[in-house]
Structure formats: C-alpha cells, structure tokens
C-alpha cells in the first residue's frame, strides 16, 4: 500500500486584494489539487478546503502519496512492411525507432490496429517521489490563477498579485526543496503583523492551524467569519441592538483581517435625522462597519467596527472609527438640508439640462414618456391613472440632488425622503424609491401595485429606447443594462401577478421613443448638426418590437432555468408567445402538473406526430369535418371525445385553469391512440384524407391550447 504523508503549502504575501482574495485562495487550492491528480498521486482530501488571510494562502491536504504509482508507457513504431525487409531482418527505420527506445528491435512487441500489425515499444518504470514533483505542481498551479495584472517587484521578471515573502512547503515532517516567485522553501510560516512580528515553526502540516493560532493568526476563512459574527453581535446586544451583517461587507472584513476584534461606536444622534440609507452606505461600503439597529429595525447611532488586532488602548481605536465617519455624515446632513430648501420641483426643473442619450433626449424627456407609460399602465391593472403619472414625474427629480451626488447609490430612496418631506402621499413616496427594484440579482421587486407600475414603465421606456436607438447589446457590452432591464421587467410582470399585455405596451414604449428620436433629428438638422442615424433605417419598428418581445422572453429562459424549470417546459409555452408574462407564467405552473401524468408522454408524442403529418400538407390545412365521411370507428370516436373536450375546456380557457384544461386533455389519450392504431390518414380518397386531416388540426389546435406539448416529447 502507498505510504500517505499529510502536506501544507503556505504562500506568504503582502496584503492581498481583498475581493479576490477568496477566489485566489480557491483557484490555488484546486490548482493544486488538480497538478496532483494529473501526476497521478493519489490525495486523501478529507474535509480540505482553501485556507486564506490577507497575506497567505494556503493548502493543507491530511494525505497524499510520497510517490507516484508505476509509470507505463507506449510507443507506436513503424508497420511491419516498413519495419522488416523481404529476408524479415529490420530496416533503418525499425532500428532507428529500437535505438531511439534504447532497446535491442527484437525486444520490441507487436500490436495491430485497422491499417495491420506493427511494432510497439512498452515500458514500465518506478513513479517519481512526490516530494521531486511538488515544486512543479506549485509552480503550475500558481501560473494557472486568474490574476489579470501580476505585480513585479525587485526589478524581477516575474509577477503574482502581490510581492511573495515566505513559503512553506512540507511533506510530513520534511521540507520540499524548492525555489518559486524569488523565495526557498522553509517550515517557517509568519504570525500576526503586529501582535507576532517573528517566525512561526511549522514541524508538521497537521501542527499548521493551531500554530498559527497560536501566533494570533486564524486562518480557516469560515472560523474567522464566524468569529467576526460571534463579536459584532455580542457587541451590539450589548448596546442594546441588532447588529446589520451584509454578506458583503462580511466576506470584505473576513479578508481583511487575520485576527479580528469588535468595537463598540458611536456617532451623534442627530445624524439619525439624516436618510439612514445615507449613514449606512457610509458606514458599510466605505469604511466596512457594521451598523446597530433597534428593535424595530431602525438605525441607531452605534455600530461595530472590527479592529485586526487586540489593542492595549480600544478607545483610541474607537476614536480613530468614529472620527473617520464623522466628515461623511456632515457632509450628507448639509447635501439632505440644502436638498430640502430646493425642493422636488427645482430639481426637476433641472432634468431638461440632463442628457439621457443623445438619440433619446434629455432625461426630462425620459420622464415624460415613463409618466406616459405608467398612466397607460396604471388604468390597465386597476391604480390611480393620476397618482402613477405624478409619481413618475418625479421619480427621476433626486439625480439633481446633493445627496444623490455624493451617494448615487440612494437614486429614488433620496427622492422618497424628500417626497414625504413635501407631504406628497405616502404611497407615492414609496413608488419613487420602488421604481428601481429589483436593484440587484435576487432583490424582491416592488412591494406595492404603485411602484409595481413605475418599475414595469421605467423598463418599458428603457429597453424600448434602447432597442430603437439601435443599443441592443452585443456579446458582454451592455451599456444601458438592458439584459438587466429585461429580467427585471419580467419579474415585476410575473412576480407582482400583473396581467399586462406585453406587445402591446412594447408598442406604446416604442412610440414614445420613436417620436422622441425623430424629433431630435429634426433639431439636429435644424441646427445644421448631422443627425445620429436612426436605427428605424435598419430595421423596421415591427421587427424592432418583436425583437424586443424576444429579448424579454430570453431573460426568462433563465430566469426559469434558474428555478428548476426543465428547458422543454419553457419552449412548450413560449412557442405560443404568450402577451401576457403572468399569463405566461400560469400556462407553465400548468405544464409542469401536465408532465407528471402518465398520459403526458403520449399525448406529447401524438400531438408531434399530428404536427408533423399537418406540415407536410400542401395549401392550407382543411378545417370542415364531414361526420358522414368517417369510416373507422376509432375516427368516429376520437371526433366525438374531441368535441366534448372542447365543450368542456372552453369554460376553463376562459377561466386560465390551465392545470384543469390539460388534465381534461389527458383523458383523450385512449382515442387518441386508438386513432392512430386503426386509422391511415393519407389514404387515396381526397375527401376522407382532408376530413380526417380536419379532425386531426382541430384535436391538435385543442392539444396546444394551453402549450406546444409537442416540446415534451423526447
């Protein structure tokens, strides 16, 4: 049995990026691992994982194999008509492929393949020691990461993310010989910066995390996250809160410290009166605290700052934390108070001065079409036609604020404090700030029917612009985020249950930013300017509008795709192209209860077949049927199961039970395969073969009421 030795790799750097750090961490791990398995070493992985702080990264594996397994090789040479002459004694190129084998041509084998017999050179020799082998899988492992600008240092000409200090490389309780990155290996790995400025001794890869431990250095990721957690809300409980933990900020500090310690901070409280979006921006993004938040979820004026390292004076950190907020909060109180004093109105005077795309207009333009929409919009699904209007009207008006200047991140939550301030109603407040949701990938859409409708019209008027300016994206560009737009769009749709004709709204979106793009040509030729070439001289507005229809339909492709829905479900539906995107939605909850009935498979199957024999037809498909011309009892019965399937599922199309509609389909499967056991469509007699062809469109017709179940066949 090969003899197993646990193995670290410890790579030892000055502080390394902090977003890339857990991916660097991952992408040398499994480099590492993956040089392994290449080379044939067998690993006891274990519970393994990348081990990271910002100056190391690090692989510790409980076994890998000292040696290689046996190495066997094989090396075709010539065919026998080449490598024997007439006497059977070698040729120059049998005896040149023995000699360059280092083997005498009789020892040679012979194999065959489809072109005939020739010679073959086998071999077996002893696998390589790990430990002669380590430094190349290091090696590789560390030029395959993705670091898109290496660093140079010491006028070297080579380069890593970050300048290398230090690098342990262990096999058991053996150093690995090696020089990467301008340092030799050692068992000296390096404790915390500041509370263990020395060498740690590493004697044996398992000894490697409590060591480091031990020199105030955690460097298992997850316990550090965890003990970054454990402190920030012990912190907080204590200042009587909740702590606010962003995943995001979270992984931010966890790779930023090796040896992390909470702070108790606090600020003013009449920051408070300032949007606390605005303190929380501050503190998260920019200086990576954590705020401290009430019983009710409101902001308070403590937070949690993680110190990485345990300091002889805390108050003068906290001071330091607290001090390097204070200038952010003054600054967004002054742009929150001066906003105030100007007002909605003022600032959406200053839009018209705002270039949204040069094709599209001013961003007061932008406004006027989105309050166009969202009154056409809001009168469909049931809100104040009047409300929708004026609450698009300003939504937009807080990019002309202070406060959104400094933190753009607060576009429509800025505009929702300064509405309230102007005692505007409340639901309409909230629509300003709703209009942008979903913000972000997994972000819930807007909560109320209001914001639902100016969310639905912003992305209307967007992705509608976009398509006829002619910036449909193209390969990663997306400059107007229209990809995102889209998805957007469609989960407003289906999530918020919006019944809204889609096409229809597309070509409302498409007008208004028709005209728009006509009327700025024109005052561009008026002002002797070359006017920016319309895309409508491209592509025609019915093709720009379908194709807009197509994109909304593609991001819900994965959408789908990413809640489970099987592919063939998808196509079933959008086949039919429903208008409706909630409606859409219903026709696939059903299809997806369709496919788990045993009838399922086989009326899928018939109703492709049905399409196929329909295709083939020349001319238009016959749609009379003429009971007298039956012949065949199962064509008889199939036509009398058939209409009483459409009695019966006309009232539940009507209704959208879809689930009930295919379920009442499912129960035609009998005739139907019965029709087609009994029953030759293209016989010779014109008139029975288009009677029957009649009978089979309108079962077909019927069978893809709700879906093109035709997908479901495999």
């Known amino acids: 049995m090969t003899e197993m030795k646990p193995l670290l790799i410890e790579l030892g750097t000055e502080e390394l990026p902090v977003k890339a750090l857990a991916g660097l961490a991952q992408a040398f791990f499994d480099g590492v691992l993956d040089g392994l398995a290449k080379r044939g070493i067998a690993i006891e992985r274990g519970s393994a994982k990348p081990l990271y702080t910002p100056r190391r990264l690090a692989v510790l594996l409980p076994g890998v194999a000292v040696e290689q397994p046996e190495q066997t090789s094989e090396v075709l040479g010539p065919y026998l008509n080449i490598a024997l002459d007439a006497d059977g004694q070698p040729t120059k190129a049998l005896q040149g492929f023995a000699a360059k084998a280092g083997v005498e041509w009789s020892a040679l084998e012979k194999t065959s393949d489809n072109k005939g017999e020739r010679f073959v050179h086998r071999a077996t020799k002893p696998g390589a020691a790990t430990a002669a082998l380590l430094p190349e899988v290091v090696r590789d492992a560390l030029a395959a990461m993705p670091i898109p600008k290496p660093m140079r240092w010491g006028g070297h000409d080579y380069g890593f993310a970050r300048p290398v200090h230090w690098l342990v490389l262990l096999l058991g309780g053996d150093i690995v010989e090696a020089q990467l990155l301008g340092v030799r290996s050692d068992r000296m790995s390096r404790g915390h910066r500041f509370m263990h400025d020395k060498p740690v001794w590493i004697g044996q890869p398992g000894d490697y995390v409590e060591s480091l431990r031990g020199a105030k250095v955690l460097v298992d990721a997850d316990e550090r996250r965890a003990?970054?957690?454990?402190?920030?809300?012990?912190?907080?409980?204590?200042?009587?809160?909740?702590?606010?933990?962003?995943?995001?900020?979270?992984?931010e500090v966890n790779g930023l410290t090796e040896w992390p310690k909470a702070i108790?901070?606090?600020?003013?409280?009449?920051?408070?009166?300032?949007?606390?979006?605005?303190?929380?921006?501050?503190?998260?993004?920019?200086?990576?605290?954590?705020?401290?938040?009430?019983?009710?979820?409101?902001?308070?004026?403590?937070?949690?700052?993680?110190?990485?390292?345990?300091?002889?004076?805390?108050?003068?950190?906290?001071?330091?934390?607290?001090?390097?907020?204070?200038p952010r909060f003054a600054d967004a109180q002054f742009f929150f108070v001066e906003d105030m004093k100007q007002g909605l109105a003022s600032m959406n005077d200053g839009l018209a001065s705002v270039t949204y795309q040069a094709k599209l207009g001013t961003v007061a333009d932008k406004v006027a079409r989105v309050a166009a929409l969202a009154e056409a919009i809001a009168e469909q699904v049931g809100v104040d036609p009047a409300l929708a209007r004026r609450a698009a009207e300003l939504s937009k008006a807080d990019l002309q604020s202070r406060l959104v200047n400094e933190f753009p991140e607060l576009q429509g939550i800025a505009g929702r404090y300064y509405a309230a301030v102007e005692n505007q109603p409340l639901e309409l407040a909230a629509a300003i700030d709703e209009a942008y949701m979903p913000r972000f990938a997994g972000d819930a859409i807007a909560p109320s029917k209001l914001g639902q409708v100016l969310a639905v019209a912003e992305r209307l008027d967007t992705l509608a612009g976009g398509f006829a300016a002619g910036l449909k994206p193209t390969g990663n560009k997306d400059p107007f985020a229209l990809r995102r737009n889209a998805l957007g769009l469609a989960r407003t749709l289906i999530e918020g249950l919006f019944d809204l004709d889609l096409p229809t709204s597309i070509a409302q979106g498409h007008g208004g930013a028709g005209d728009a793009i006509a009327r700025n040509e024109l005052l561009a030729q008026r002002g002797g300017a070359r006017a920016p070439a319309a895309a409508s001289d491209v592509t025609t507005a019915e093709q720009q509008k379908r194709e807009l229809h197509d994109f909304v339909l593609e991001r819900m492709r994965g959408y789908y795709g990413d809640k489970g829905v099987p592919a063939q479900h998808y196509e079933s539906v959008a086949a039919l192209r429903p208008g409706s995107l909630s409606d859409f939605h219903r026709r696939l909850k059903a299809i997806g209860e369709f496919a788990k009935l045993p009838e399922a498979e086989a009326l899928a199957a018939a109703n492709k077949r049905i399409r196929n024999i329909l295709k083939?037809?020349?001319?238009?498909?016959?749609?009379?049927?003429?009971?007298?011309?039956?012949?065949?009892?199962?064509?008889?019965?199939?036509?009398?199961?058939?209409?009483?399937?459409?009695?019966?599922?006309?009232?539940?199309?009507?209704?959208?039970?879809?689930?009930?509609?295919?379920?009442?389909?499912?129960?035609?499967?009998?005739?139907?395969?019965?029709?087609?056991?009994?029953?030759?469509?293209?016989?010779?007699?014109?008139?029975?073969?288009?009677?029957?062809?009649?009978?089979?469109?309108?079962?077909?017709?019927?069978?893809?009421?709700?879906?093109?179940?035709?997908?479901?066949?495999?």
């Not at 920019?286 to 345990?310: C, H, M, S, Y």
């Open 616 to 714: 083939k037809v020349d001319g238009a498909v016959p749609t009379a049927i003429d009971t007298n011309l039956f012949t065949e009892a199962a064509e008889r019965e199939l036509a009398e199961s058939v209409d009483a399937a459409i009695a019966d599922t006309d009232p539940l199309l009507a209704q959208r039970d879809y689930v009930a509609v295919l379920g009442r389909l499912a129960r035609l499967r009998p005739q139907v395969d019965a029709f087609f056991d009994a029953v030759m469509v293209n016989v010779d007699d014109l008139a029975v073969r288009n009677n029957r062809l009649a009978l089979l469109k309108r079962l077909s017709d019927r069978l893809g009421s709700v879906a093109a179940i035709e997908h479901l066949s495999s």
């Open 227 to 251: 003990c970054i957690v454990r402190e920030v809300e012990q912190v907080a409980a204590a200042a009587g809160g909740v702590a606010r933990i962003d995943a995001g900020i979270l992984e």
């Open 264 to 326: 108790a901070c606090g600020f003013e409280r009449e920051f408070l009166a300032v949007p606390a979006e605005a303190l929380i921006a501050t503190m998260e993004t920019n200086q990576k605290f954590f705020p401290v938040l009430d019983g009710d979820g409101q902001l308070t004026e403590r937070f949690v700052g993680i110190a990485n390292i345990e300091s002889k004076d805390e108050a003068q950190v906290r001071k330091g934390y607290e001090r390097v907020i204070r």
